[in-house]
């Protein structure tokens, strides 16, 4: 009778850490790394980037972004996902009880000819390493810190509207830049379907540009995407029949 009332309770009460676990704003524990930043006093710093996105202000990132070392970056499959940083272990320049969430999308590339530790090859292979733009360093530590060692984490990137897909290509070559994606916010498989095909599945160009070989003028594009933490969303008939090159459309939005 007592055994019974016990596994009741287990069901109607589950444990706390299962929660916690599936919790909607983290994804990760967190863990060290360290920090630089760049001053972006020339607008064009905040265009570009490894992971393809253009210009960072119009694709509603603003200055919330982040270079990964090569430990960190995964060949460009991270691009789009948020991590929530914090200064530690320096009372000096941490600013206590800050933290900011960033959005990865850049690439820090390694420097050989430097020393990774302690020598200027910050980004070098194994160092974790994020940089920052100032004006996203200087919320969580003054800026004459510099290196700063930092604990991080993944969690749920929160976006508001739908993914927004843009179209580029030349005749049959398509390639879908996708970006504003919810959720895990790093693209792992992505699919297109038109009115006359079956889902085509598309390859990843670099960072979060996808592309494809294949006839798809004149019908309505779907898109089909999946995220790392393995949810798949659809969104049908995002393009219109008579969609064109350069054109931007949104689909629906991942949870958060």
């Not at 272990?89 to 960033?102: E, F, K, L, N, Q």
């Not at 990865?104 to 292979?125: E, I, R, S």
């Amino acid at each position: 009778m007592l055994l019974t009332l016990l596994l009741l309770l287990l069901l109607i009460n589950p444990r706390s850490s299962t929660s916690d676990r599936s919790s909607p704003s983290s994804l990760s524990e967190w863990r060290t790394a360290r920090a630089t930043y760049y001053a972006a006093s020339d607008p064009r710093d905040a265009i570009a980037g490894a992971c393809g996105y253009g210009d960072l202000v119009k694709r509603g990132f603003g200055m919330a972004t982040v270079g990964l070392s090569t430990a960190m970056f995964e060949r460009g499959q991270i691009c789009g996902a948020c991590f929530e940083l914090r200064c530690v272990d320096d009372v000096r320049w941490c600013i206590p009880g800050t933290s900011i969430v960033v959005t990865a999308t850049n690439f820090c590339a390694p420097n050989y000819g430097l020393a990774g530790d302690g020598g200027g090859g910050h980004c070098n292979p194994p160092n974790k390493h994020f940089v920052l733009p100032i004006e996203a360093f200087e919320k969580i530590a003054i800026w004459k810190a510099s290196n700063m060692p930092v604990q991080y984490r993944r969690i749920k990137c929160i976006r508001e509207g739908g993914i927004r897909f843009i179209i580029d290509g030349s005749g049959y070559f398509i390639s879908v830049l996708i970006s504003n994606v919810a959720g895990a916010g790093d693209v792992v498989a992505m699919k297109v379907k038109g009115s006359r095909t079956g889902w085509l599945p598309m390859g990843r160009n670099w960072g979060q540009t996808w592309h494809i070989n294949a006839d798809l003028k004149n019908q309505p594009l779907s898109f089909e995407v999946t995220t790392s933490d393995g949810v798949t969303l659809t969104s049908f008939n995002v393009a219109p029949k008579d969609w064109n090159f350069g054109q931007s459309f949104i689909g629906k939005q991942f949870e958060s």
